[in-house]
């Protein structure tokens, strides 16, 4: 197979051509040319206005409904939804009807994911069926393929098992994943507490909650040494626990959600479950604070943690919806219509795959081609003609955005958004 990606601005901070518009060959998966103009008659052609070329972008929180909630979404179009968002690679949540927690079901999901484009990576859970009482087998489902390990969404309460998870995990070099939520401060919460919870008669979830978990797992990890990740953080205070953290040479990192830097509680007026989300919305303050660690640097990793969810459970009573929303198709439209390009691509790309070790490359001749293929250009109107997914439960509907993923060149596969 022999492909051709014509006047691409190159965008690969670890590659020679670096901000250069290059035509590109591959051939067989492999990258062989990389020239001003290069002629090859039997090549499929890419061209698109505008076209940007990154390493491929790797999202680490995704759930897809099988095995169990396939109503949701299949794990055959879930992949075929990510690489038309412009996805190489995505890590898989343990979410599952039976939960991923054991090699059998890591495999599974594993044999299911063969012959696509788009990679898939299972994050298994880290306790048995995520109940946060026993652990579950950490190092059989390593040797099968677990990226990492978390509980998705629920919190680890008992603080022992914190413990001796990050002491296991060191064995083999697992990395263990918390959420950042203290349950018994939460309480029966669904909106952020704050002005906008109190006018709108919302059980509120104080920004404690988050706090004070972040901070129990910070003093574990500097006890017991090994890696830490955060997963999606939402507020000002927890940007500065970890960035101390940091300081002090503790090895964690920490992602941030999609729906956490473009929205706030602002837009929970009219009620739509859409915007029932964990973590909650919080205030413009902490956007603007998330926004700020994304471009120093502190934030290391933006998911779109796409959680489809279907309309039986989404199309409810705000207080009665499950939480959670879609976002491969919209995450890098929201990313763009925020940052500069090069104050993001980091962060969906060469950071998470260093984090969850996994090999990075460049777009250089002689290296495997594992691509994003994407325009900066563009403003539109999200709407439902833009969702892909089974689910259509989108934080992003009506919302204006900008510039827009073509698709990836990956696993030896063009595929293509049109």
């Known amino acids: 197979m022999t492909t051709l ?9 670890s590659s020679p051509h670096h901000l250069k518009r290059k035509d590109i060959l591959i051939v067989d998966g492999m990258i062989t040319k990389i020239e001003d103009t290069i002629i090859q008659q039997d090549a499929t052609i890419v061209t ?10 790797f999202d680490t929180s995704v759930s897809l409904g099988e095995p169990g909630y396939e109503e949701r979404e299949t794990i055959d179009n879930g992949l075929r939804v990510a690489a038309k968002s412009g996805f190489t690679s995505i890590a898989v949540n343990a979410n599952t009807n039976p939960i991923v927690d054991t090699k059998s079901s890591v495999e599974f999901l594993k044999n299911k994911a063969k012959g696509h484009a788009t990679n898939l ?21 390593y040797q099968s393929g677990a990226l990492a390990f978390a509980d998705y969404k629920r919190p680890i309460a008992n603080d022992n098992l914190m ?7 060191q064995n083999f070099g697992g990395l263990v994943m ?99 989300l964990n973590p909650p919305l919080r205030t413009k303050g902490d956007v603007k604070a998330l926004q700020k660690a994304v471009k120093s640097g502190v ?35 929201v990313l763009n219509s925020i940052f500069e390009i090069e104050e993001f691509i980091a962060q969906i790309t060469t950071n998470p795959k260093e984090i969850f070790g996994l090999e990075n490359t460049s777009i250089s001749e ?47 596969q063009l595929v293509l958004n049109q």
């Open 299 to 333: 934030i290391d990793i933006i998911t779109s943690d796409h959680n489809p969810i279907d309309i039986e459970h989404k199309k409810v009573e705000f207080s009665q919806a499950k939480d959670g929303a879609i976002g491969l198709e919209s995450s890098f439209s």
């Open 163 to 169: 413990k001796i998870a990050l002491l296991y995990a």
């Open 48 to 57: 698109f206005n505008n076209l940007h070329v990154s390493l491929g972008w």
């Open 366 to 412: 002689g290296n495997i081609a594992d691509v994003s293929l994407f325009t900066t250009d563009g403003e539109y109107e999200f709407t439902l003609e833009n969702i892909l997914s089974t689910s259509k439960n989108s934080a992003f509907l009506g919302k204006t955005l900008k510039g827009k993923a073509y698709g990836i060149f990956a696993n030896n």
């Open 5 to 13: 990606i014509k006047s691409a601005k190159i965008v690969d901070a």
């Open 121 to 141: 990576y299972p994050i298994a859970a880290l306790t048995q069926k995520s109940e946060g009482i026993e652990m579950a087998e950490l190092y059989d489902m």
């Open 178 to 276: 918390s959420f950042p939520k203290n349950k018994a401060i939460a309480g029966e919460g669904i909106a952020n507490e704050g002005i906008n919870s109190t006018k709108l008669g919302l059980k509120g979830i104080p920004d404690l909650a988050e706090h004070l978990q972040i901070a129990r797992d910070l003093f574990l990890l500097e006890y017991t040494g090994g890696k830490l990740h955060i997963p999606t953080i939402s507020t000002a205070k927890s940007v500065s626990l970890i960035k101390e953290a940091k300081k002090k040479g503790l090895q964690v990192t920490c992602s941030v959600a999609i729906n956490n830097l473009f929205l706030s509680d602002d837009n929970l007026h009219g009620f739509d479950s859409n915007f029932k």
